[in-house]
């Protein structure tokens, strides 16, 4: 039971190169959320996907795009990648209300 | 719009030392209110749930308290191994049947032998 699995864990981008990161949950939870977190800032959300199909912005979108590709995998682009995006990523997924989140183990993205 | 504040930024107790670190919030239409531990180079890991003022929860040396309008999680006795950054997050409706989580950003507790 791997949980929540991010890929990959590390990463160097030039800046203007694209990626992609991934995220796969055996969970079967409905809810997937994207993370970044940044020193003394802590976590800000990204994009969250609330079930199968529907993505919506959280609080610092700019720059990236999500894809809900099926219930078990959440997907984060950087299509032309900043320095300003260098960060640590987290996906979390839960199941839905009064429950808690699980997190992954990350992805540290360096944007040079 | 949601606020998690969390004091101190960093706390450095000697091993056996307890204290207690503060998470204050304001939030529309809470729905829970979270606490996560989080080791370096990893991803936050789930401590308690809180969901209703007067609520309490204990776990081994951490016990997590919760007001109406801030929560405590005090640590009695540390020892070196529960030296983390610890997340408070409320949980609040985000509309369409979702949920969002919002964090504070964190109190870096150190325990020295």
């Known amino acids: 039971n791997a949980g929540v699995t991010q890929t990959p864990k590390f990463q160097v981008l030039k800046t203007g190169q694209s990626m992609t990161l991934q995220c796969a949950q055996d969970?079967?939870?409905?809810?997937m959320y994207w993370y970044r977190q940044d020193p003394g800032m802590g976590l800000r959300l990204i994009y969250y996907?609330?079930?199968?199909?529907?993505?919506d912005k959280g609080e610092v979108p700019n720059g990236y795009n999500v894809s809900r590709l099926n219930k078990r995998e959440f997907s984060l682009r950087l299509e032309s990648a900043a320095p300003s995006q260098t960060s640590v990523y987290f996906c979390?997924?839960?199941?839905?209300?009064?429950?808690?989140?699980?997190f992954g183990q990350g992805t540290r993205l360096t944007v040079v | 719009e949601d606020q998690v504040t969390q004091s101190p930024e960093a706390l450095r107790l000697q091993e056996g030392e307890s204290s207690s670190l503060n998470c204050s919030y304001t939030?529309?239409?809470?729905?829970?209110l979270f606490w996560y531990r989080q080791d370096p180079g990893k991803g936050p890991e789930f401590l308690f749930t809180?969901?209703?003022a007067g609520e309490e929860k204990e776990k081994e040396r951490l016990k997590a308290t919760l007001t109406k309008k801030e929560s405590f999680l005090h640590i009695t006795a540390p020892k070196p191994e529960d030296s983390a950054t610890y997340l408070c997050?409320?949980?609040?409706?985000?509309?369409?049947?979702?949920?969002?989580?919002?964090f504070g950003k964190g109190t870096k507790l150190s325990v020295i032998p």
């Open positions: 809180l969901y209703s």
């Open positions: 997050a409320v949980q609040a409706f985000a509309g369409a049947g979702s949920y969002q989580l919002t």
């Open positions: 969970m079967n939870h409905n809810s």
């Open positions: 939030v529309s239409g809470l729905r829970g």
């Open positions: 979390a997924t839960y199941s839905g209300l009064n429950t808690e989140a699980f």
């Open positions: 996907s609330a079930s199968e199909g529907t993505t």
